[in-house]
């Protein structure tokens, strides 16, 4: 039987926890009040899936090799479906507006429309939307 994990916690360095938060909450994102503290936040993205800030030295604490500088490199991209192409231009440019900076231009492949900002730490995200049933017929 294949490794079906029960939830997702993906982890990311951040310079200003305040800052962070302040940038995700004008997306619309919540947090998790039980796994917040001065070195670290838990982000929702749904049921099953978390985003922890960490304060960048806190992260360190986790790792034997320095912290990337995601403002100069890039090691993953977060990407998170949408319910629709407006949801994705709606919180791509609700990122813009609170700080964040653009990445690449939209995609449009007619059944996949995607697009793609760095939030304040300079971490990379995406957000698309793919037609319902698109993904079996390819």
């Not at 304060?55 to 090799?65: A, H, P, R």
């Not at 995601?70 to 919180?91: C, G, H, L, P, Y």
Request: charged share 20%; hydrophobic share 45%; net charge negative.
């Amino acid at each position: 039987m294949a490794f079906q994990a029960q939830q997702t916690f993906v982890n990311l360095p951040v310079k200003y926890l305040k800052r962070s938060i302040d940038f995700y909450s004008a997306l619309g994102f919540e947090f998790n009040p039980q796994f917040t503290d001065d070195k670290a936040t838990c982000m929702i993205i749904n049921a099953n899936t978390f985003v922890m800030l960490l304060v960048e030295d806190f992260f360190q604490t986790f790792l034997t090799k320095e912290v990337a500088d995601a403002s100069k490199s890039t090691e993953v991209i977060v990407a998170i479906s949408a319910d629709s192409r407006a949801q994705v231009d709606d919180i791509v440019n609700k990122a813009l507006a609170a700080g964040g900076k653009p990445s690449k231009e939209p995609a449009d492949h007619g059944f996949m429309y995607s697009r793609s900002f760095q939030d304040v730490d300079g971490h990379l995200w995406e957000l698309f939307y793919m037609e319902p049933g698109a993904a079996e017929q390819a």
